[in-house]
């Protein structure tokens, strides 16, 4: 079992930058590949970035690349999410998963899920 706790959210203007943080329970968090997907209301959860189990490999949404960084601690069991240069569309609530093997980009690849934190970009 993993317990996923999502944290860093906020109001930024655009142009700005937050940093999420997710806080992982479970012995096994060294193993998962980590994930960020965001939900805007009205639409579907979608892919942000996803990370290695080890950190090595990391891929992102096109949407974002170049302007979020994901990374992991797995010392501290953390999974953090850079943005930078926000844009009125992240506005989203943010949510972090745990996969269970490969490097996942669908939703489906995810078995557990963080209950969101709230991300809004005012332009």
């Known amino acids: 079992q993993v317990q996923l706790v999502e944290s860093g959210g906020g109001l930024v203007q655009a142009g700005g930058s937050l940093r999420l943080s997710c806080a992982a329970s479970?012995?096994?968090?060294?193993?998962?590949?980590m994930g960020w997907f965001r939900q805007a209301p009205g639409k579907e959860r979608e892919f942000v970035a996803v990370i290695s189990w080890s950190g090595g490999t990391t891929y992102y949404a096109d949407s974002v690349k170049g302007r979020f960084t994901i990374s992991r601690d797995n010392a501290k069991k953390m999974v953090y999410l850079q943005m930078n240069s926000l844009k009125p569309e992240d506005t989203a609530v943010y949510y972090c998963?745990?996969?269970?093997?490969?490097?996942?980009?669908?939703?489906?690849?995810?078995?557990?899920w963080g209950q969101g934190t709230q991300v809004t970009v005012s332009s």
């Open positions: 479970g012995r096994t968090f060294r193993n998962y590949p």
């Open positions: 998963a745990a996969g269970t093997e490969g490097i996942p980009t669908m939703s489906g690849g995810y078995d557990y």
